[in-house]
RNA sequence: GCUUCCUUAGCUCAGUUGGUUAGAGCAUCUGACUGUUAAUCAGAGGGUCCAAGGUUCAAGUCCUUGAGGGAGCGCCA
């Protein structure tokens, strides 16, 4: 008799082989703890059951996803959310009894220790014949709003603290860290350094959208200067204080001393923006790169979209095949033919062109100088390519302040990457690299050089070509993942009217 | 922010020109079944038809307002 049965007498202690089990005796006994055993992960069975060894005995913990079966036996559905793939446990209720069977509904969580067979049914190849079976948390299947058929996404989205558990979520939680473990991988192995620029900024007008604030003001009693305004001076930082909305300048700083650098954070935009395709907090992965022009910026951005495609169809098979089976029967298909593909690389003159000699009629009016819409965007990836197309060389005016002019005095070397149905995935640019052009151009849009004083200091102290830009995090997931909206690829989304969770 | 659609059982949805006691599948509960595969079979329970107001002999259905959600557009990544 080992210490713990003497401490627990209406436990049995049983010594096996490998394992020591204690088998509850008592029907009243349903919730003891009890354990012996490392832990297994379902993915390390499932994908090497003969490191384990057909029976050997195994310890695996885990949320029920279904029961079936009858008096005689029952099989029970868990999943640890390492793996899309359920590990089938077998247990007999003779010898679990009626009152711990009942508390293995779907939902409920398990410690189950048991025997590695090969299975003995179809459907699988392996499964746990069940020794001991302990429920750490049960899920009263009155209450319980996960069921073992599918849901809406929008029902989900009501209850993001629980969506995790999902088949669907689950997927797309492992592809996320998939991709953003890759996303550091690709610009390590490239020799770019993970800068860290900050969410708190004093810039007042980087042109990206609009801000939140931040202050540690009470807004009940704000105090005013004078003449009634609010007096920042006394806030937290002494000034007027934003969550950031990119991180690229300071990217800039960081890229014009290390060479090439990235950023990888949150960002924030208070834009009342409601589709498919905005979050109120997003992540952005934004490259800077010295001595890169444009067309080295561009062969950057198509070859870390292509590598992360690549990565995500090489560790992560079995999730893309769970969503391309149950949500987009081409989503392997697609991703395997981005990876096919050279990206067009198009003029906006050239592109207007196109546009203006198109079929299609569309709402807003195409004539060179114009920002282009969703429907031009799409008519191109859409319908006239039938690719992602990386489009140059926009008008100045419809372009940020920083971005390199070009020779012509009308355009600047911006790039946008466009993908089919997902719109816009990457924007970038050269930067305008030299001091006086970039202070003209500030002085054009009205801005003052003192606003960003740091930024202009790069230009008047050995300033270099560069070039840069931004990716949305979740703007790839929902081409990687074949989602349609952009609040089920990131866990608990923020939308205007929504921050829940 | 603009336009438009939707809201009926725990979930997904049907509900006819307004007309008796609002239905189905799944889930739940009870029972059957000796290996199931979103198990199957039989039975049962389960409803403030989003909310408030209005029209009408009569409203899930028509009208007004509000709330929540989706899609399209704008802004953007």
Not at 201 to 220: C, K, P, Y
Not at 288 to 314: G, P, R, S
Not at 343 to 362: C, H, M, P, S, V
Not at 382 to 399: A, G
Request: proline share 4%; hydrophobic share 40%.
């Amino acid at each position: 008799m080992c210490a713990r049965s003497r401490r627990r007498p209406s436990l049995i202690c049983v010594t096996t082989r490998s394992a020591v089990f204690y088998k509850i005796i008592s029907n009243k006994n349903l919730l003891k703890t009890s354990y012996s055993m490392k832990r297994s992960r379902i993915i390390d069975i499932i994908k090497h059951p003969e490191e384990i060894g057909f029976g050997s005995k195994v310890c695996v913990k885990g949320w029920v996803r279904t029961k079936r079966g009858n008096s005689n036996v029952a099989f029970i559905a868990l999943n640890d959310g390492s793996i899309v793939t359920n590990l089938q446990i077998v247990a007999e209720p003779a010898k679990f009894g009626d009152d711990l069977m009942k508390l293995i509904t779907t939902g409920s969580c398990l410690h189950v220790e048991g025997t590695l067979v090969e299975s003995a049914g179809k459907g699988q190849t392996v499964e746990v014949q069940a020794e001991m079976i302990e429920v750490y948390g049960t899920a009263d299947p009155e209450v319980y709003p996960l069921q073992k058929k599918g849901h809406s996404m929008e029902f989900l989205r009501e209850i993001a603290h629980l969506r995790p558990r999902t088949n669907y979520f689950g997927c797309v939680l492992r592809l996320r860290h998939a991709m953003a473990f890759a996303i550091h991988k690709f610009f390590n192995d490239k020799g770019f350094f993970y800068l860290h620029t900050p969410l708190i900024t004093a810039s007042d007008a980087e042109g990206a959208g609009e801000m939140f604030n931040v202050t540690t003001f009470d807004l009940n009693n704000v105090p005013r200067t004078e003449d009634g305004k609010v007096d920042f001076k006394k806030d937290f930082f002494g000034k007027h204080t934003n969550l950031t909305v990119s991180g690229q300048l300071e990217g800039e700083l960081g890229a014009l001393a290390l060479g090439n650098i990235y950023t990888f954070g949150p960002t924030f935009r208070a834009e009342n923006s409601n589709t498919p395709r905005h979050l109120a907090e997003f992540w952005m992965i934004e490259p800077e790169m010295a001595f890169y022009d444009i067309t080295d910026n561009m062969d950057l951005a198509e070859e870390f979209i292509k590598y992360l495609v690549q990565y995500a169809l090489d560790h992560n098979m079995d999730d893309l095949r769970f969503l391309n089976d149950m949500f987009d029967k081409e989503l392997i298909a697609r991703l395997e033919s981005v990876l096919k593909q050279d990206f067009i690389r198009l003029g906006y003159t050239e592109a207007i062109d196109i546009l203006l000699k198109a079929d299609k009629k569309f709402d807003y009016k195409v004539s060179w100088g114009i920002d282009l819409q969703s429907e031009h965007e799409r008519y191109l990836v859409e319908n006239h390519f039938k690719c992602p197309v990386i489009l140059t060389d926009y008008p100045k005016e419809i372009k940020a302040f920083y971005m390199k002019q070009n020779d012509d005095g009308k355009t600047v070397r911006a790039m946008d990457v466009l993908f089919p149905t997902i719109g816009e995935i990457i924007g970038g640019s050269e930067r305008e690299a030299d001091y006086q052009k970039l202070l003209n151009r500030v002085h054009e849009l009205n801005m003052t050089e003192q606003q960003y004083w740091w930024y202009f200091e790069t230009r008047k102290f050995g300033s270099a070509p560069h070039s840069g830009f931004g990716l949305g995090f979740e703007r790839l997931l929902l081409f990687v993942t074949g989602m349609t909206n952009i609040r089920d690829v990131i866990p608990f989304p923020r939308t205007p009217q929504n921050a829940e969770f």
